[in-house]
């Protein structure tokens, strides 16, 4: 199983990015998929988290700026994020769960300059 994420960079605070992340490799319909990041000096946190049933969790410090969502494609996950602060800069990292095993992707950096 591969998690790609795309859709990282570089926005000024008060904008938007998206990230989006398409699994490959695995033949069923993932449990969960989300989003984690990872800022500098700190350990890495949950951000967003969706089920194969649509149930979405977020962190508090995002809840009512992002929104996760599965993709059109099996597998795919998006992370719409607005109103963006220079403390949501971290490298951002795809996430699954098949049953009891976790799958990361590589991490995609997101900077928000103020």
């Known amino acids: 199983v591969q998690l790609q994420a795309s859709g990282g960079g570089l926005v000024q605070a008060g904008g938007s990015l998206r990230l989006s992340c398409a699994v490959s490799?695995?033949?069923?319909?993932?449990?969960?998929m989300g989003w984690y990041r990872q800022a500098p000096g700190k350990q890495r946190e949950m951000v967003a988290l969706i089920t194969s049933g649509g149930a979405t969790d977020y962190v508090d410090f995002v809840k009512g700026r992002f929104t996760i969502s599965r993709g059109n494609a099996k597998n795919t996950v998006n992370l719409q994020m607005n109103s963006l602060t220079p403390e949501d800069t971290a490298v951002y990292y795809c996430?699954?769960?098949?049953?009891?095993?976790?799958?990361w992707g590589q991490g995609t950096l997101v900077t928000v300059s103020s």
């Open positions: 490799g695995s033949r069923i319909s993932l449990n969960e």
């Open positions: 996430y699954a769960r098949q049953f009891y095993v976790e799958h």
